[in-house]
């Protein structure tokens, strides 16, 4: 997924949440050093690339340079409001859009590493400063002053010949201060400001405790009875991580998927994948200190009457409202036009499966939800004479990354060459890389970190530690992508299963939309788009890892160096698939969880109590058979608790499918992956052209007409009734 920083800026507006009435400068923390000697205050790095001096910034920093960023932030914004001169978009538009750099700099600094090489200290900092950075995104979006100015320009657009980016750029950041509140009374603004600060608060707790979580529970096996069934691969990966937790000599399974998700396919010990199962969808439900429950239900609430403050019926409303469906209805239309076709194809996989487990276990056996992953490799194998075991020597990491590039280079022209001299590391399982154009220009930087440690959340993301833009010169960006997968272990590469190299190249979609990104304004670079749009060039990227002339080119065995024989590469696509009705209906059942969390009234939360009995209320509701669970449970869906990034908006993943499916189809119909005039306008239209125009009608600039459904459906394999 595109991770969004719970502090990103879009016109120097804070997407941690809404927004209450402005508050005052935070008060200096102690310095530890004058600030000319924070690294993270110095005007300029003079490092390769002008990447963050990762050696020489250290815990003691990040409080001061946020205290010291903060307050040159509101001068800034101070002396766009005291300006005498009439507001223009020059004085007060673009002004807004140059200040914050150096809040935006130690932001992305700080919330990138707080993710993915966090220690205690870094933790405890965010839980200080998430309250405080709340409450200076309310001092400037419910800035009476600055929203005057704002005010007046906007309603001078018309006849102030702004070119088009400019007047979305007037439009889009208008919009925002008005939907953040900036028209209320002052007791509406004073609870708005109470409500955002609380929530941040919330955020960081709900996303520590799921993370600690992961990080305390293991499966721990010390027989070899007990890793019968288990791939030598999987069992020298847990061998390797019940070393780290301090248990030599035995093997260890965790709630990280990598760990887990294998544990289910292979296990033959059924018992223990119960116990492993329950553990992985019970997180955060233990009435301990990492219990989430509580924390959730006041998200939710606080959400609810953030919405009402705002004039919204309720936070879907209030979020999708951003968004291209507009209306929780369109959201939930999609869903439910793919939900009947995808249940009944589950019921057909479940009869297979269940079939299948009769014969091992009698004829009363019943399958339960922690048999399904077992029962699906089993009746893949049968169908298919295809195994995960069989591809992983094929996808080892380093070969798939290389695959991902081969794809850019051949879409969009691009290069990528590995610095491994001078380039900061903020942990040394990164990789760093320049990315050229075919010319030799730069493009930007690129990180990759892809193996799981204890420092890191779950899952796998992207985010920046600079954005794009052309305002003042031409700024290059720096990329990163985050994976948890499978690390080496003894003499064993890093391999990969098929989701996890869709999982690499659906972030690395990600990454290409921050590197290709050309437009004048930061705030319309790249990802910064619409939430439903986000997830198109990272999920159009994954066709080309199973398209076959690309994996002859990266899926070479790696004790061999042999390609990957035509027969596997067919069984793949013929796969394709397979058990698509449990993958479909679980992201749709997370998916609609999330919508009704969230378009429920303030007063309709304030009865709820019972966090496991709303959600299994909604899932009898859609009639979700009992072997299949959601995607994500409540008590550790961090998508939507951790932030507000995705709250009410988990449904975009299957929206954007609509429209990578629709797209992949355009080079079918040309039967060339890389047809060139296609790859052009992919970069030109989408991966180049942030949010500067409406992304519907960049979408048509790509497509020649909007996108249709019926290319998703196919390739799902779903049947669905007009």
Known sequence: MKHHLPFACAATLFTLSACGPSAPPPAAGPAVEEPMTNPLLEPTWTTPYAAPPFDRINEAHYAPAFDEAMRAHLAEIAKITANPEPPTFANTMEAMERSGALLKRVAMVFFNLEGSD?????????????????????????????????????????????????LKLLTDTYDEFVRSGANLDAPAKKRLTEINSRLAELFTTFGNRVREEVNSYTLLLDSQAQTEGLPAEVLATAAETAKERGQPGKW???????????????????????????????????????????ILLEIARLRAERATLLGYQDHATLQISRNMAKTPAAAKGLLMKLWPAALAKAKEERAAFQALLRKDLGPKAKLEAWDWWFYAEKVRQQRYALSEEELKPYFEVSQVVKGAFKTAERLFGITFVEVTDKVPRYNPEARAFEVKNADGSHVGLLYVDYFPRAGKRTGAWMTEFRTQSNLDGRIRPIIVNVGNFPAPAGDNPALLGWDEVETLFHEFGHALHGLLSDVTYESQAGTNVKRDFVEFPSQILENWAAEPQVMREYARHYKTGEPIPDTLIEKIQKAQTFNQGFATTELVAASLLDLAWHTLPAADLARITDVERFDSAQMTNLGLIDEIGPRY?????????????????????????????????????????????????????VFAAGSQGD????????????????????????????
Not at 134 to 153: S, T
Not at 638 to 661: K, P
Request: net charge positive; no cysteine.
């Open 695 to 722: 992304e519907m009608a960049q979408y048509r600039a790509f497509r020649g007409r909007d996108a249709e459904a019926r290319a998703l459906i196919k390739k799902r394999g779903l049947t669905v009734k007009p």
């Open 633 to 685: 449970h409540s008590p550790y869906f961090q998508h939507i608790f951790s932030s507000d990034g995705y709250a009410a908006g988990y449904y975009v993943y299957l929206w954007a499918e609509v429209l990578e499916a629709d797209a992949f189809a355009a080079f079918e119909e040309k039967k060339d992956p890389f047809d060139p005039e296609l790859g052009k306008k992919l970069r030109q239209h």
């Open 118 to 166: 966090s220690t205690e200290g870094l933790r405890a900092i965010r839980e200080t400063y998430a309250p405080k950075l709340a409450q200076h995104q309310d001092a400037i979006l419910l800035d009476a002053a600055l929203f005057a100015r704002l005010k007046a320009v906007y309603e001078q657009r018309e006849a102030a010949a702004l070119r088009p980016e400019q």
């Open 252 to 294: 260890a399974f965790t709630l990280v998927r990598s760990s887990f998700t294998p544990f289910l396919q292979y296990a033959k010990d059924r018992s223990l994948r119960e116990q492993l199962y329950k553990a992985y969808i019970t997180q955060g439900a233990h009435g301990d200190e990492r219990d989430t429950r509580a």
